[in-house]
């Protein structure tokens, strides 16, 4: 016979041996599909949510949510880390840490960054990884898959077959517009990430950040001279290459476009550091292996420049909101690139088969560099009469703060003349409406009723503001017809008419009784004025915010 002593010692011996046992069993199923396929096959839908999970379960440093819906009803999934743990985002303020969104798969079939993100979710949800030691300094919130849709159908689009990185001022589709205001406009992130498929190698990761002259520029500083050359020396110490996105020939090196509707633009426009990732191709391994460095290349740069990030990002917002409440500065309403001024070194591919080699390409130019091209004086506030509730729906996606007057009020206001309007289909619209308009405004003193629009551009949304309600901009609530029902009629217009049915000119005749008069061109009745009036001086006015 044993003694008691023994046999209890026995006991804990085996019941430790069986924890140890079940620690190890369950650290090895808490991997994702790709992972246990050796990268050969991406993780499905059903699969990643299922390993959110167990992760969720495995941790006491990782919150797991859902920030949405998509079409056909997938659920939308996000993790939230921190240290100590925050559950709402006045609390993420509180602890006066930066904000960093690592985002991925708004593209549905591109996948890698994906992959990327769910192992580095479980890595910052375990104690002891390099990983889990951020989250002292940063608020750090995972959205693995924004196009859950996308991602089971393996398209570029949502289930309506749509571009979502082209939807980031309409927000029409739902799976984004649960992204921008559930994450990103909750969160008011500091920094965050969007992560996609292309590039060109022989790069692993290709990035860029906010390129749109009207943003701030020194978001796109903070990229170019800090966090990128950050990611680049990461990169290369796990034998990694990283540069700008997206591909160069002996000469240039091309970027990726300016347009605010993408999401890296639309970040600098709501004053974020926001950045594209892109995955060139290569192994999938080393896709999502690559992809985790860059992502905690990222997360490291917040946390060892915490003040840096958020002076550059508040600094932003800060003026964003004095710029509107003063009625000071222009808008830049049409851009173009440059080349930056400074030479750039980089490498590209050339050859095919096994004569595919990389060649380094020296002295040449970075197409990157946004030339302002156009720009109109900034208003206090824009003025939108009641009919034109669709565009304040638009309005309301973005979280804009939009007042009501409350009483009839006599205002000095400006508003653009139309004189062209021509239409053409542009992504998800058939019939996108472009307008041209007069160089001078019309200056009028009108009644305004009680009801009408008021929408500040003293606010941080201000640049989103100015961009929508800016009639010459490239994503405007004209152009996306929230306002076909109220804008004038020209009739058909010059540019519809074929040359050959023009009317000929005609000089009036002489008469010896008067003297000839220089020949005006006046057209009859009122000049046809885009219903969005300009109030261009600060004004108190009489009204209340619109709630929503």
Not at 268 to 282: D, H
């Amino acid at each position: 016979m044993i003694s008691i002593k023994k046999y209890l010692k026995r006991c804990s011996i085996l019941i430790l041996a069986l924890l140890l046992i079940t620690v190890l069993v369950y650290g090895q199923e808490v991997k994702t599909a790709c992972e246990e396929s050796g990268f050969t096959r991406n993780t499905s839908y059903e699969q990643m949510m299922e390993y959110l999970q167990k992760v969720q379960a495995s941790s006491t440093e990782m919150l797991l949510g859902i920030f949405g819906k998509s079409i056909e009803g997938r659920e939308q999934p996000y993790a939230i880390f921190s240290r100590p743990m925050v559950t709402y985002p006045w609390q993420a303020v509180a602890t006066g840490k930066p904000v960093v969104v690592l985002a991925a798969n708004v593209h549905g079939g591109e996948q890698t960054l994906r992959e990327s993100n769910l192992i580095l979710i479980r890595e910052l949800a375990t104690k002891g990884t390099e990983a889990n030691k951020l989250l002292d300094n940063l608020v750090i919130i995972m959205v693995p898959s924004i196009n859950v849709d996308g991602s089971v159908l393996r398209s570029r689009g949502n289930d309506q077959n749509v571009d979502m990185n082209r939807d980031y001022m309409k927000l029409e589709q739902p799976e984004l517009a649960n992204y921008v205001k559930n994450i990103i406009l909750t969160w008011s992130p500091h920094l965050f990430v969007d992560g996609h498929n292309g590039g060109s190698p022989p790069y692993n990761i290709c990035h860029q950040g906010p390129s749109n002259a009207a943003s701030d520029p020194q978001l796109t500083l903070l990229c170019d001279e800090e966090i990128f050359p950050y990611i680049n020396n990461r990169m290369h110490k796990d034998g990694y290459k990283a540069w700008y996105y997206t591909g160069g020939d002996s000469l240039r090196w091309q970027t990726g476009g300016f347009d605010p509707r993408i999401g890296r633009n639309y970040g600098g426009f709501i004053n974020s550091v926001a950045i594209l990732f892109e995955s060139p191709g290569q192994t999938m391994e080393d896709g999502v292996k690559s992809g985790i460095v860059a992502y905690k290349a990222t997360l490291e740069y917040a946390a060892k420049n915490p003040d840096r990030l958020k002076q550059v990002v508040e600094k932003a917002r800060r003026e964003t909101v004095e710029w509107g409440q003063k009625a000071i500065g222009d808008i830049p309403v049409e851009m173009k690139y440059a080349p930056e001024d400074y030479k750039v070194t980089y490498e590209i591919v050339s050859g095919r088969g096994a004569e595919r080699k990389a060649v380094t390409i020296t002295n040449a130019e970075l197409i990157k560099k946004p030339i302002v091209v156009k720009t109109r004086p900034r208003p206090y506030a824009y003025i939108l009469e009641m009919r034109a509730y669709k565009a304040v729906e638009m309005l309301k996606r973005h979280n804009i703060v939009i007042e009501v007057l409350q009483k009839d009020t006599e205002l000095p206001v400006e508003a653009y003349i139309m004189t062209d309007i021509k239409r053409a289909s542009e992504y998800d619209h058939p019939a996108a409406a472009t307008v041209t308009v007069a160089d001078t405004m019309a200056k009028r003193t009108m009644i305004f009723p009680k009801g009408t629009y008021i929408i500040r551009t003293g606010q941080v949304m201000g640049r989103v503001v100015t961009h929508l309600l800016e009639p010459e901009t490239d994503d405007n609530v004209i152009r996306w017809n929230t306002l076909d029902a109220i804008l004038p009629s020209l009739g058909r217009t010059q540019s519809d008419i074929p040359p050959e049915e023009r009317p000929v000119a005609v000089t009036p005749p002489v008469t010896p009784t008067r003297q000839p008069q220089p020949q005006t061109q006046q057209r009859r009745g009122p000049a046809p004025v885009i219903p969005i009036f300009k109030l261009m001086i600060p004004t108190p006015l009489p009204t209340r915010i619109l709630e929503y």
